[in-house]
């Protein structure tokens, strides 16, 4: 599979989940892991160019397909990417624990939506759960992330 | 059986079922198409929500199947999630049974031993329990042309939540979801009766009954 544009070999154990494969094997543990049940999304990740939950796939499923996470966002050093930025610059988070996952959904939602009303807003960030920062501050990042987007 | 698995995964994460054999379909070729066929839409095996929701074709012939996916979850699990997965899970706080119900829709089962159609009203037969045989791979669903009006009403604690209870309404036809172990028929004009919903603590057997008696009225007043 090829995981933020380099190839890796699949796991050879087919009961690994993605989520735990890129973690603990490929090390890339900005992927976190909150209920392993689909509902928090802190797991989401982006699977051919749409987000989805690793935790509800097979690391085996992936092979032969195109994985990007937090980590394929930006190069160390590069300037962030536009949905990090806006996250950065309106508070989006806190504690940062779900922001990977938010960060994901939010890039699947501009693509869906590049230029999102409030309604489609809240719908593409309701699958992802926030326990600090709130909701307000992550709207305004989405709303940001759009017009950074554009530019 | 494994499509979105977006039902399944988190069974197995739960180590709520073990089964001994998985069985992968996804890399199986010319299963995700959604096409027309007979007056209706046909979603077969690897069709995701997604793709369904968004569809011109499911959109001019069964509105009603998008507006009912719309429900399900949210956008990332229905990146993934199928039709027909959520059909053949069967959860009966699920839409897609409801519409397929409310729709007069079948679904396609085959195994070695060749295809057969078995009917909405003849599918789903308990709890998380459909009549699809061990040896058969449910391949497709068919939607009828969704006839006007129709609509689709929930209640659920947040967005994308599985529904408390729920209503289908396809011409004159109802149909119930989340107060019996199946998605039921129901008599429009007093749809609450005979049914004994279960209780919880999301919500009481009287609440759900109220629910589904004010969505009714709601989903017949358009």
Redesign the interface.
């Known amino acids: 599979m090829r995981v933020n544009g380099v190839d890796h070999e699949a796991p050879t154990d087919p009961r690994r989940?993605l989520s735990d494969h890129l973690r603990h094997d490929l090390r890339l543990t900005g992927t976190h892991v909150g209920c392993?049940?689909?509902v928090c999304?802190c797991c989401?990740v982006l699977?051919d160019g749409?987000?989805?939950?690793s935790?509800?796939?097979?690391a085996?499923?992936a092979e032969g397909h195109e994985v990007t996470t937090i980590e394929g966002m930006a190069a160390d050093g590069a300037p962030l990417h536009p949905v990090q930025q806006a996250f950065h610059e309106c508070h989006g988070l806190q504690c940062g624990f779900c922001t990977p996952g938010f960060v994901m959904?939010v890039v699947?939602?501009l693509a869906?939506h590049p230029e999102p009303t409030a309604q489609e807003v809240?719908?593409?960030i309701?699958?992802n759960l926030c326990r600090c920062t709130g909701y307000a501050s992550i709207r305004r990042a989405v709303h940001r992330a759009a017009e950074l987007s554009k530019k | 059986m494994l499509a979105g698995g977006q039902s399944l995964m988190p069974l197995l994460n739960f180590r709520l079922a073990r089964p001994a054999h998985l069985i992968d379909i996804n890399r199986i070729g010319g299963l995700d198409r959604i096409y027309e066929r007979d007056g209706g839409v046909a979603v077969q095996a690897l069709a995701r929500h997604a793709g369904v929701e968004d569809s011109d074709l499911v959109a001019r012939v069964c509105p009603l199947l998008r507006d009912a996916v719309r429900l399900v979850a949210h956008r990332v699990i229905r990146n993934r999630g199928t039709v027909c997965g959520s059909i053949a899970h069967s959860d009966p706080a699920s839409e897609l049974p409801a519409v397929l119900l409310a729709l007069g829709g079948h679904v396609v089962a085959r195994s070695s031993g060749g295809e057969r159609r078995i009917t909405a009203d003849q599918l789903f037969t308990g709890m998380f329990e459909t009549s699809i045989g061990p040896d058969e791979l449910l391949v497709e669903a068919w939607f009828p042309r969704s006839p006007f009006p129709s609509a689709i009403y929930e209640e659920s604690r947040r967005h994308g939540d599985f529904a408390l209870a729920g209503v289908v309404r396809a011409g004159d036809r109802l149909a119930l979801f989340g107060v019996a172990a199946t998605p039921v028929l129901a008599d429009p004009s007093d749809p609450g009766r005979g049914l004994q919903p279960s209780s919880d603590p999301e919500a009481s057997p009287d609440f759900r009954l109220h629910l589904v008696r004010t969505l009714t009225e709601k989903a017949f007043a358009a």
């Open positions: 989940l392993e049940h689909g999304g989401t699977f749409a987000p989805v939950r935790c509800l796939m097979l085996v499923q959904s699947g939602l869906q809240d719908e593409g309701a699958g």
